[in-house]
């Protein structure tokens, strides 16, 4: 398989990290996740506003190049919120390999409210999983993907039959997709 970059982009409690770990997993990719990097930065130094999160995300970028700047597949996991889809797309392109977004969705509110409520009621505090309110927020400013520009992932379906179309989608030699 080509060096390839494969991101996962959703907002919080649409499936992406499950997704991701399962297919990095089975294809045997390491996993980049912005989680780890923001985990990593002690609580009295983060500030929730975009130049943190553009530092976080430029921190990300940076470890995935130097992998694939060694011919080394990599998948991220982050919400890629608009922006940053572009730049990891001219990551991708600096460093020949193929690209391939998946956006992760949960096409009925009213499970994907549920699924996010339960996680938030059984992780522990400082695993700081986003609660519906700061979902809301976050929906307000990501930027909705294009048909066609990434893999479509609805996790009203089993994961199963949803790895199964990332992976074939990730391992596929040539996919058509339309500009980000």
């Keep these: 398989m080509k060096t390839t970059l494969v991101i996962f982009s959703g907002l919080p409690g649409t499936g992406k990290t499950t ?20 985990a990593s930065i002690p609580d009295h130094m983060r500030i929730h506003a975009d130049p943190f999160w553009d530092d976080m995300i430029g921190i990300l970028l940076n470890l995935v190049g130097a992998q694939l700047e060694l011919g080394i597949s990599v998948m991220v996991d982050s919400v890629f919120m608009g922006a940053d889809r572009m730049q990891a797309y001219n990551l991708a392109m600096r460093n020949k390999a193929a690209f391939r977004p998946i956006y992760t969705y949960v096409s009925d509110e009213a499970i994907w409210r549920e699924r996010v409520t339960c996680r938030a009621e059984v992780s522990p505090p400082e695993d700081n999983v986003a609660t519906w309110e700061t979902i809301q927020e976050q929906r307000k400013v990501f930027w909705p993907w294009k048909e066609g520009s990434a893999l479509f992932v609805d996790a009203v379906y089993p994961v199963e039959s949803n790895l199964e179309r990332v992976v074939e989608f990730i391992t596929a030699a040539h996919v058509e997709l339309k500009p980000l």
Aim: net charge positive; charged share 25%.
């Design 19 to 38: 997704l991701a770990r399962l297919a990095a997993s089975t294809l045997r990719i390491p996993l980049m996740r912005i989680d780890d990097i923001v």
